[in-house]
């Protein structure tokens, strides 16, 4: 999968070995970004219904996976839209 630009995406993370990770970062410590999945992983996915995640970490952080936008997340009280 490779990382998508998005218009409200507002940090670009890094580390070493890796590549530029556009995100949206909010006051609430929430931290988004998309993927897209070429044709090959696509149809794999068709096929399993899988899709794994790697966190490189001493912990493992709460995460969300969607196919959905999920924007409607919290910056102070109030819901975060995309723009």
């Given at each position: 999968?490779?990382?998508?630009?998005?218009?409200?995406?507002?940090?670009?993370?890094?580390?070493?070995?890796?590549?530029?990770?556009?995100?949206?970062?909010?006051?609430?410590?929430?931290?988004?970004?998309?993927?897209?999945?070429?044709?090959?992983?696509?149809?794999?996915?068709?096929?399993t219904g899988k899709i794994w995640l790697t966190v490189i970490s001493l912990k493992h952080p709460p995460i969300i996976?969607?196919?959905?936008?999920?924007?409607?997340?919290?910056?102070?009280?109030?819901?975060?839209?995309?723009?």
């Amino acid at each position: 999968m490779d990382p998508v630009n998005f218009k409200n995406a507002n940090v670009k993370l890094t580390a070493p070995g890796c590549g530029i990770l556009p995100a949206i970062k909010t006051e609430d410590n929430c931290i988004v970004s998309c993927w897209e999945m070429s044709e090959k992983e696509k149809k794999e996915f068709e096929k399993t219904g899988k899709i794994w995640l790697t966190v490189i970490s001493l912990k493992h952080p709460p995460i969300i996976m969607s196919t959905e936008k999920p924007f409607g997340m919290f910056k102070n009280g109030k819901p975060v839209e995309e723009e």
